[in-house]
């Protein structure tokens, strides 16, 4: 049996980086969605008691936000492909980062909620978001100076 060749186009390590981590955190984060929905549909009072809104907010922000990042991730790896587009390895960095941290905030403060208030967990969210907006930042700057 033969293997299937490898792409004729090397797109450098770091776009490779986040393509793996992209599809890899859209199964993770996909996979949350999927255990929210089993929550939901067996009633578990951990996760819909009224009591417990924050919580149901929080874990639904971390799994929204999880799977768009997964996708802004495989996005930035094939705009290498497309565009001619050189991904820096701290855009990288930070658009992997930023598809952890994010969603990390967001699960963490739902774990632990104070009286209504997410868990201090959440405090990674504005660290995440700073990261991401650096990379789209870069990116989009990098493909302005583009000819």
Do not use: C
């Amino acid at each position: 049996m033969s293997r299937p060749s490898k792409p004729t186009r090397h797109i450098g390590e770091p776009a490779a980086r986040n393509l793996r981590f992209g599809w890899w955190s859209l199964l993770v984060f996909l996979s949350m969605g999927a255990v929210l929905e089993t929550l939901q549909g067996f009633k578990i009072g951990w996760y819909l008691d009224v009591g417990n809104e924050t919580r149901r907010l929080m874990f639904t922000l971390a799994h929204a936000h999880g799977t768009l990042l997964a996708a802004v991730n495989i996005i930035a790896g094939l705009s290498v492909r497309t565009e001619r587009l050189t991904l820096r390895p701290s855009v990288s960095f930070a658009l992997i980062w930023a598809a952890i941290l994010l969603p990390a905030g967001f699960f963490l403060g739902g774990v632990i909620t104070y009286d209504g208030d997410p868990g201090l967990g959440v405090w990674l969210v504005p660290i995440g978001a700073a990261l991401l907006f650096y990379s789209i930042a870069r990116i989009a700057l990098d493909l302005s100076k583009r000819k």
